[in-house]
């Protein structure tokens, strides 16, 4: 297996673990799935899913890296950079057509799609890029950082669109039996 199929077998799994995830926090109403997938149907809550299966995917990516004697560099930062990048590059994407057009899951689906795939694209190239030790530990932190983010905005959500879920008209999860 080369570092290119990988990175096909990567885009379909992270794509399908997407829709596990929609679905997780339902299934398993606790804290923990709370912070990882969507609490809610807002915009926001849904930047999860592709941060979380990208970030879910890549502990099998790297035993299949290893596994397989596949030569990679850069593998944490490549993580967190395909993981952080999917968060505004869906958004813009997404936003200007929501504003004309509201809300389609054909779209939505379409755009995460399209997302994941450039995404993992550019984890490709960051995997073969020189190492850069110290930039693969802050990268690590950053994803951390990332889920405590996400932890707080999902128990303290804003008063703003983007944390607004149109179906139950709430915010975040503070609304929510847990």
Request: aromatic fraction near 18%.
């Amino acid at each position: 297996m080369t570092l290119k199929k990988l990175k096909i077998i990567s885009s379909i799994s992270i794509f399908l673990l997407c829709f596990l995830l929609h679905f997780s926090y339902q299934w398993l109403p606790n804290p923990f799935f709370a912070i990882i997938a969507p609490v809610n149907e807002s915009i926001w809550e849904h930047m999860k899913l592709i941060f979380t299966a990208t970030i879910l995917w890549s502990i099998i990516e790297i035993i299949i890296l290893k596994r397989k004697n596949i030569k990679f560099n850069n593998y944490f930062i490549s993580v967190f950079t395909s993981s952080f990048l999917s968060i505004p590059i869906y958004l813009i994407i997404f936003l200007p057509i929501y504003h004309k057009m509201g809300d389609s899951m054909f779209i939505n689906i379409t755009i995460m799609g399209i997302v994941i795939i450039f995404t993992q694209i550019i984890s490709y190239f960051i995997l073969k890029a020189k190492e850069e030790q110290l930039l693969n530990y802050i990268s690590v932190f950053l994803i951390i950082l990332i889920y405590i983010i996400f932890g707080y905005l999902t128990y303290n959500a804003p008063h703003n669109y983007l944390f607004f879920d149109t179906q139950e008209e709430k915010y975040g999860i503070n609304n929510y039996n847990v």
